[in-house]
Every structure is written in C-alpha cells, then in structure tokens.
C-alpha cells in the first residue's frame, strides 16, 4: 500500500512540472510578442520608404532629362516664339480669326 501514495504523488509531482513548464513557456511566448510586433512594424515601414525612395529616383530622373531638354537651342527658340519673339530680319505675323 505504500507504493500506491508514492506512485501518485510522482504522477502529481510530474503533472504540476508539467503545468510549471507550460505557464513558463507561455510567459516566454508572451515576452517575444511585443518584440516580433516592433520588428514587422519596422519592417514594414523600410519597404514603405523604400517605395517612396524608388518613386522619387523616378521623379528626379524625369527632371534631369527636362532640364537637359531645356539647355538645347531647339528647346529656347520655341519657347521664345511663343512669347511673340522674332530672330533678327524675320518678320511677326499674327493671324487672328482662324478659329471661327
């Protein structure tokens, strides 16, 4: 009869360990959650940047091919005609009524 007391409680002994190592595990679960949080947050956040950063590498080459555009002779006497400026000897007509 004094195995049977001893045999249940090791069987207690083990279910409580059991339960300690379990409750220990879910606090250690518990810690990492805010950490794993954090990084996927930033995470997230470097490829929203990184977006941003692709779309304005985009933007800044579309502008450098418009300003060396604007550095040609082609470029200024276009835009110098449409301000109604003439080269020298050439003559300014200006036609109206075409658009009735």
Not at 28 to 50: C, D, F, N
Not at 56 to 66: A, G, H, M
């Amino acid at each position: 009869m004094s195995r049977r007391p001893a045999s249940r409680r090791a069987r207690r002994r083990s279910l409580a360990l059991r339960w300690l190592a379990v409750i220990g595990l879910a606090a250690i679960a518990a810690g990492y959650v805010h950490p794993v949080r954090a990084y996927l947050s930033a995470r997230e956040t470097v490829a929203e940047q990184k977006a941003e950063i692709a779309a304005l590498e985009r933007d800044e080459k579309s502008l450098d091919r418009q300003i060396a555009s604007t550095r040609s002779s082609v470029f200024v006497e276009r835009e110098a005609r449409k301000l109604g400026l003439v080269r020298p000897g050439e003559r300014l007509f200006i036609v109206t009524g075409v658009g009735r």
